[in-house]
């Protein structure tokens, strides 16, 4: 655009454009069914369905299609939420987070292409069950290892900037984790340069607290 300008400033200073940001989302898959199950992203009813829900003589006559499929009252059935569509609305936002708030606390740049967590989110409930193994070979900060943590599958994470990986580390932290220790950890992590297992640099960071040992030993059990 001229004069420098972007679709982000004419949305947020001059106020006269709408948000245009959209990003294409490739999922690949190794075989024609993958372990894909909508039922784990179902999002709430729209009103017309609820109403539908709650009176479906109503509302809606079975009948068949010209297609000659047959919609029953079945279609009126609640399964507790809709299917998505194919348009995820998800805000790029992340003001609040633990990992921005250390980042600022001790002055480490945080990483500058962050995923917004709703968005591994949603490809790990969907195309995974609880128990299984996420690989992010491009972790960045790691959201997709936060992602996977908090809906209780194991986590693996690559990434070629040590200090990205360091600063991973705010993601998992207590929330009242003081400033002190959460530097002890990047700090230990950005040195490390060995071959073992990341939690043994963790247990041998600067003064953590029982707390913090026990909920890292947990998240890098792999
Ligand atoms: C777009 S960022 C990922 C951001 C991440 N999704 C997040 O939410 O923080 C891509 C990352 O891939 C890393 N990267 C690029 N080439 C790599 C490689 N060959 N091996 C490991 N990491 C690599 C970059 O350093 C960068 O941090």
Redesign the pocket.
């Known amino acids: 655009m001229a004069n420098g300008t972007t679709p982000s400033r004419l949305a947020t200073s001059q106020l006269i454009l709408l948000f245009l940001d959209r990003s294409t989302v490739w999922w690949l898959s190794k075989s024609d069914y993958p372990k894909a199950d909508v039922r784990r992203v179902l999002v709430p009813y729209s009103d017309r369905m609820k109403k539908l829900h709650r009176n479906p003589e109503k509302y809606y006559s079975p009948k068949v299609r010209p297609s000659g499929h047959d919609i029953s009252t079945e279609f009126a059935t609640d399964n507790g939420g809709a299917i998505p569509s194919n348009l995820l609305q998800i805000p790029n936002t992340e003001s609040v987070s633990q990992y921005l708030r250390l980042c600022s606390a001790l002055q480490i740049e945080a990483?500058p292409?962050?995923?917004p967590v709703k968005l591994p989110t949603f490809f790990i409930k969907f195309l995974t069950e609880p128990g299984d193994l996420v690989l992010?070979?491009?972790?960045?900060?790691?959201?997709?290892g936060l992602a996977a943590e908090t809906t209780q599958r194991r986590w693996l994470a690559?990434?070629?900037?040590r200090q990205?990986l360091a600063a991973s580390i705010f993601r998992f932290l207590d929330k009242d984790v003081s400033e002190k220790q959460a530097k002890g950890l990047y700090m230990r992590l950005l040195d490390f340069h060995g071959s073992t297992h990341i939690e043994q640099t963790i247990i041998a960071a600067e003064e953590p607290s029982e707390e913090i040992l026990d909920t890292q030993l947990s998240l890098f059990e792999l």
Do not use: V
């Open positions: 990483h292409a962050r995923f992010d070979i491009f972790a960045g900060s790691n959201t997709t690559f990434e070629k900037e990205y």
